[in-house]
Nanobody, 130 residues
């Protein structure tokens, strides 16, 4: 059984930091591209940051310079370090996996792509207070 389990969400004040984890099991981790996506109340899901099996990364414009994605192949886990958090970062954060993609930016940017990704976690809530 394939599982993606997010953790690390919570309540933080603006300017604070959180580190999200996505623990992956049931798939050959190094053969997959992994992404972090978020959905705020009343808004569409959007790509936050994605990492390919070759280590290439993509960041959405709203998080560039504040968030860092990383992967630990030994632990089958992808992390999202979030610094300088803003109230507008409040959302449910999901991780998702897809067999290695050609273009990691496409995976992160296009809803027509990422909504069809093979595996999704159930999400973790991040709330940033002002």
């Amino acid at each position: 059984e394939v599982q993606l389990v997010e953790s690390g969400g919570g309540l933080v004040q603006a300017g604070g930091s959180l580190r999200l984890s996505c623990a992956v099991s049931g798939i050959r981790f190094k053969d997959y591209s992994i992404g972090w996506f978020r959905q705020a109340p009343g808004k569409e899901r959007e790509g936050v940051s994605c990492i390919n099996s070759d280590g290439s990364t993509y960041y959405g414009d709203s998080v560039k310079g504040r968030f860092t994605i990383s992967s630990d192949n030994a632990k089958n886990t992808v992390y999202l370090q979030m610094n300088s958090l803003k109230p507008e970062d409040t959302a449910v954060y999901y991780c998702a996996a897809e067999p290695t993609v050609i273009n990691i930016a496409t995976m992160c940017i296009r809803p027509s792509f990422f909504y069809g990704m093979d595996y999704w976690g159930k999400g973790t809530l991040v709330t940033v207070s002002s």
